[in-house]
């Protein structure tokens, strides 16, 4: 079930990737960098279409890569790649979803990084320079995915304009650039967004085997005392998922109407039952 709820997370980026190069950039001539900006040169200058660029040049990258990302994450690129290949010919078929550049450059980047963070949250990539970023993270791993792309694909969009001459469409080009560069940061952050959850209660340990008995979350227990009316009591804190929160507080209450619960936002949980995405 895991597997298969990966796969189409996966898949669904794919999808997303496909569907903002095909109606948003590709007809508004939006050179964005990575391949899919080299695949827009390629159509306009030579007529090859879209998606045999990227096929071309992931099979390239994916025998590069190979050597030293590893089989599983090259593979599972590899694949995603074809498959994007795939949606960019069928989504051509579309018509595109505005003429304005503009509105084409945001919306295109906003669903063009969001598509790349959930293939990257499922330890996959759409190909292209997302395995060239992957091999400049692996020897600069404290440099966050989006800036890394940023810098690759600010590149092709430099030597885009030796192709169309147009300032302005390189403008518009660094603009979704930009946006989806953003786009990828705030999923994967989102991603890594847990909560710690504080319970302060007089029925401490009835409390914590409960939440252990119905849960998949450790519960970390300290004895405490208040300072106001010097009364002892227990705290209980526990690392959970956002959207575990209601039946969090659901539990909570079930046992200790009165107990004082507190939500603090952690920022990336590393450890058993945490998972972190990059």
């Given at each position: 079930?895991?597997k298969?709820?990966?796969?189409?997370?996966a898949?669904?980026?794919?999808?997303m990737?496909a569907?903002?190069?095909?109606?948003?950039?590709?007809?508004?001539k939006i050179?964005?960098?990575?391949?899919?900006?080299l695949?827009?040169?390629m159509?306009?200058?030579?007529?090859i279409?879209?998606?045999?660029?990227?096929?071309?040049?992931?099979?390239?990258?994916?025998?590069?890569?190979?050597?030293v990302l590893?089989?599983?994450?090259?593979?599972?690129?590899?694949?995603?790649s074809?498959?994007l290949s795939?949606?960019i010919?069928?989504?051509?078929?579309?018509?595109?979803?505005?003429?304005n550049?503009?509105l084409?450059?945001?919306?295109?980047?906003v669903?063009?990084?969001?598509?790349i963070?959930?293939?990257?949250?499922?330890?996959?990539?759409?190909g292209?320079?997302?395995?060239?970023g992957?091999?400049?993270?692996?020897?600069?791993?404290?440099?966050p995915?989006?800036?890394?792309l940023?810098?690759?694909?600010?590149?092709?969009?430099?030597t885009?304009?030796?192709?169309?001459?147009?300032?302005?469409?390189?403008?518009?080009?660094?603009?979704?650039?930009?946006?989806?560069?953003?786009?990828?940061?705030?999923?994967?952050?989102k991603l890594?967004?847990?909560?710690l959850?504080?319970?302060?209660t007089?029925?401490?340990?009835?409390?914590?085997?409960?939440?252990?008995?119905?849960?998949?979350?450790?519960?970390?227990?300290?004895?405490?005392?208040?300072?106001?009316?010097?009364e002892?009591?227990?705290?209980l804190?526990?690392?959970?998922?956002?959207?575990?929160m209601?039946?969090f507080?659901k539990?909570?209450e079930?046992?200790d109407?009165?107990?004082?619960?507190?939500?603090?936002?952690?920022?990336?949980?590393?450890?058993?039952?945490?998972?972190?995405?990059?």
């Amino acid at each position: 079930m895991k597997k298969a709820t990966s796969a189409l997370t996966a898949l669904a980026g794919v999808v997303m990737v496909a569907f903002a190069v095909s109606v948003f950039y590709v007809p508004n001539k939006i050179v964005s960098g990575g391949v899919s900006g080299l695949s827009t040169i390629m159509f306009y200058t030579a007529g090859i279409p879209t998606s045999v660029t990227y096929a071309a040049v992931n099979i390239l990258l994916a025998l590069i890569g190979i050597w030293v990302l590893g089989k599983g994450f090259i593979l599972k690129s590899f694949v995603c790649s074809m498959i994007l290949s795939g949606f960019i010919e069928l989504f051509s078929w579309l018509p595109p979803i505005t003429d304005n550049i503009l509105l084409a450059a945001v919306f295109g980047g906003v669903v063009y990084g969001f598509g790349i963070g959930l293939a990257f949250s499922q330890n996959a990539s759409t190909g292209g320079t997302d395995i060239l970023g992957r091999l400049f993270q692996h020897f600069f791993p404290h440099m966050p995915i989006g800036k890394l792309l940023l810098i690759i694909d600010g590149t092709v969009i430099l030597t885009s304009l030796f192709v169309f001459r147009d300032m302005e469409l390189i403008l518009f080009g660094i603009v979704a650039l930009m946006v989806s560069s953003f786009a990828i940061d705030y999923l994967i952050r989102k991603l890594n967004i847990s909560k710690l959850a504080f319970v302060i209660t007089n029925k401490g340990n009835d409390v914590a085997r409960y939440l252990i008995s119905t849960s998949t979350r450790g519960v970390t227990v300290f004895d405490v005392t208040g300072a106001y009316s010097n009364e002892k009591k227990t705290m209980l804190m526990c690392a959970i998922k956002e959207r575990e929160m209601p039946a969090f507080q659901k539990k909570i209450e079930e046992l200790d109407a009165h107990a004082f619960t507190i939500f603090s936002e952690s920022q990336q949980i590393v450890g058993n039952g945490f998972h972190v995405y990059r």
